[in-house]
Nanobody, 123 residues
């Protein structure tokens, strides 16, 4: 079955960096859009970044553009999110998600979700 396992979360001071990873299995990874989303308790889920199946197109929310970079390694079935210049408002649970196809915008429906990894940024 489809499995998405996130790792790399943790606690960091404002201005610091973290690199999240998502290991994917159980589906044809190279045919799927992949994305990172985040959600704080009691708040709506927010799309952070997405990448097309071949990696040629990327999408970012305005809140992270210029600070976060999404990347994927199709040989290793792994998705990454490099997060630089972190701010306290980036504190959230971060989720990896997948959807079949090539229309990967953050406001489209993603079908498969990981369990999440917590990122905490202190001021």
């Amino acid at each position: 079955q489809v499995q998405l396992v996130e790792s790399g979360g943790g606690s960091v001071q404002a201005g610091g960096s973290l690199r999240l990873s998502c290991a994917a299995s159980g589906f044809t990874y190279g045919s799927y859009c992949m994305g990172w989303f985040r959600q704080a308790p009691g708040k709506a889920r927010e799309g952070v970044a997405a990448i097309s199946p071949g990696g040629g197109r990327t999408y970012y929310s305005d809140s992270v553009k210029g600070r976060f970079t999404i990347d994927r390694d199709n040989a290793r079935n792994t998705l990454y999110l490099q997060m630089n210049s972190l701010k306290p408002e980036d504190t959230n649970m971060y989720y990896c998600a997948a959807k079949v196809g090539s229309f990967c915008n953050l406001n489209t429906a993603y079908n498969y979700w990981g369990q999440g990894t917590q990122v905490t940024v202190s001021s």
